[in-house]
């Protein structure tokens, strides 16, 4: 007798918002960066109210580290369920 196991839960990423002192482009560019370089996220900055939302498996310590690499200072401001 085969039995199948269930279908494995569909993974929810959780979309963080994040506050980064960005004050142009070239601020924007370096989060775009260290992002890239971090792998695994879905981000989306929005310059003028300098804020960065990122949907990741990674917890919110690894990702607030690695916006701190740009040099800008950075806060976690919270999280939204993505489904």
Known sequence: MVVNAPDPSP???????????????G????????LHRLGGVQFDIDLPN?????ESEHN?????????KTGKSASYLG???VQ
Do not use: P
């Open 11 to 25: 993974v929810f990423l959780q979309k963080h918002e994040f506050f980064v002192d960005m004050t142009c482009e």
């Open 50 to 54: 300098k804020k960065v939302y990122i």
């Open 60 to 68: 919110v310590d690894t990702l607030l580290e690695t916006l701190k």
């Open 27 to 34: 601020c924007s560019n370096a989060v775009t960066r260290v």
């Open 79 to 81: 999280e939204k369920s």
